[in-house]
């Protein structure tokens, strides 16, 4: 005779819950105001954070393997060989910070300071970049960090 499986009971606050509660990707509902004090008691409302987010615009895909892109690709890698303290900063993966043989020091304090640089090396004189770079440096900081890990 098989095992009957028992079918596991819940309350009925249980399954109210579960069908309320906000998927694991959903942002919770905005609290009303009149719940609790807050910090801007009695200053009126702060209209930049009841503002909709900002639009993030349209999708920017830099191609960096074709053949005629290949010069972003070389700029990333002659910064890095002429900066190792960058490419250590990048790269390194032990726990305790890397020991350098030469008193370099890398062009930023981190991960994401380098890629702004090498970002703005690369795409603000870019023939076909240069104006979507002028309006959206962060978007291509992005591209720079995908690009080094990929």
């Not at 905005?30 to 349209?58: E, F, H, L, T, V």
């Not at 960058?86 to 790269?91: G, S, V």
């Not at 770079?133 to 291509?140: I, L, M, N, S």
């Amino acid at each position: 005779m098989p095992a009957v499986r028992q079918r596991v009971r819940r309350s009925a606050r249980l399954q109210a819950d579960a069908r309320t509660r906000p998927k694991a990707m959903e942002l919770p509902p905005n609290p009303s105001a009149s719940r609790g004090r807050g910090k801007s008691r009695g200053r009126g409302s702060n209209p930049a954070r009841n503002q909709p987010p900002k639009a993030a615009g349209p999708k920017i895909i830099v191609h960096w393997t074709r053949a005629q892109d290949l010069h972003r690709t070389d700029t990333l890698v002659t910064h890095l060989t002429t900066n190792p303290s960058d490419a250590r900063t990048l790269f390194y993966e032990g726990k305790k910070t890397a020991g350098s043989s030469t008193e370099e020091r890398p062009s930023g304090r981190d991960k994401g300071d380098i890629h702004r640089i090498l970002s703005k090396l690369i795409f603000e004189n870019d023939s076909e970049y240069s104006a979507l770079y002028a309006e959206d440096p962060k978007k291509f900081d992005v591209s720079v960090g995908n690009h080094c890990t990929a």
